[in-house]
């Protein structure tokens, strides 16, 4: 645990800056520029020197370039990330780039992701594209140190990205509850690239606000700081906390310095939860193999079976149903076809190592997540 009299661990960050092991998430802290600036000035006091934000999280360029400006925060102290989203025509894409730094207040950027590399054609604009010439006119012309990606993609299509050695960070969804892309990330760190997690609290399972079964198997360890130490023991770069107040920097600062691998009674947590899932599924778990893939109907099988995993294995209903009312309603930011979309075709059967009734199992999650679709923060 980090204390005040510890110097906060970093850790490299692709061919950039080294950054803190927690990253402040700018798109929460946005009903006034007052505060960000608090969120802002917690954060630092808390070790972390890394801010990501993006032209789509509404106000936060600006909110943060206010914050820099009136804390008196100095180039030295600080690492930013921005994004910029692929699609666009250079020159539109040169103008977001300098708007950026613009309402930022610097003259360069340390790290510029491309925003969204979900589906092929993105990581051909970066490649070959008007985006292949935005990132290399951006480095060329000083305005960015390094450039890398963000993705809620399938994972062949970042092992692409990863493998293109265009890029020197990743931004990936790495999370307790869904590790099926930590091999990409540890790829990804043997290359010498960074890798951010995205969200490990929210999206990784609304930990902050975890469910008593949850709980109870944890314990007498937290599921949230369990959740992050299990990231950063694997080696990833940095975790992102999109804190909304200063309080919510809380895990940050204690766990600031805690890079070492897992403890026993880490250990000892992990295997009480891995027990729990299988207790309470029993045969009906699905083991995240994708052998049942592809499905003509073009059913996410895995993606969706996991939401019924978390909801049945661990109590967490209310973070799967979330989850799943966004499926068809966030365009390729989230799965797109809901478990009802399958029609019986019995084709994934055979293919299922474990025997699961699969059609079975997606008619189930359907029944019981299915809810209205959730707004999301940022479009």
Request: net charge positive; hydrophobic share 40%; charged share 20%.
């Amino acid at each position: 645990m980090t204390t005040g009299s510890i110097k906060p661990q970093r850790r490299p960050f692709g061919s950039g800056k080294p950054v803190s092991l927690f990253t402040l998430g700018t798109m929460r802290a946005l009903q006034s520029p007052g505060q960000l600036e608090a969120v802002v000035e917690a954060a630092i006091a808390a070790g972390i020197n890394h801010l990501e934000t993006a032209p789509a999280y509404g106000p936060a360029q600006r909110y943060v370039g206010q914050a820099i400006r009136r804390l008196g925060l100095s180039r030295e102290q600080l690492v930013i990330t921005s994004k910029v989203l692929p699609n666009q025509s250079l020159a539109s894409a040169q103008d977001n780039v300098r708007r950026t730094l613009e309402q930022l207040g610097l003259d360069r950027l340390d790290n510029l992701a491309v925003h969204g590399i979900n589906r092929p054609e993105h990581l051909d604009w970066a490649l070959h594209g008007p985006g292949q010439e935005l990132l290399s006119w951006a480095v060329e012309e000083g305005l960015v140190d390094q450039v890398g990606f963000s993705s809620h993609g399938s994972n062949g299509l970042i092992a692409a990205a990863i493998r293109s050695g265009r890029f020197r960070f990743a931004s990936l969804h790495l999370h307790l509850f869904d590790p099926a892309r930590l091999p990409l990330a540890e790829e990804a760190l043997a290359s010498g690239m960074g890798v951010m997690a995205i969200s490990p609290a929210d999206k990784g399972g609304r930990l902050f606000d975890p469910p008593e079964l949850l709980r109870q198997a944890c314990a007498p360890l937290e599921p949230l700081p369990l959740a992050y130490r299990f990231l950063l023991a694997r080696g990833i770069s940095t975790l992102t906390l999109g804190a909304a107040s200063p309080k919510e920097l809380h895990w940050a600062r204690a766990l600031g310095n805690a890079d070492g691998p897992l403890n026993e009674r880490e250990q000892q947590a992990l295997a009480r939860l891995h027990q729990q899932r299988r207790d309470n599924l029993g045969d009906s778990l699905c083991g995240q193999c994708r052998a049942c893939l592809p499905c003509p109907s073009h059913v996410p099988i895995p993606e969706l079976l996991r939401l019924r995993n978390l909801a049945i294995g661990h109590g967490m209903e209310r973070h799967a149903r979330e989850r799943y009312a966004m499926v068809g309603h966030a365009g390729h930011w989230f799965e797109q076809v809901s478990a009802d979309a399958c029609q019986n075709c019995n084709l994934c059967l055979p293919r299922c190592p474990h025997e699961l009734p699969i059609p079975t199992l997606l008619a189930d999650t359907h029944q019981r997540l299915a809810s209205p679709p959730r707004r999301r923060l940022w479009g």
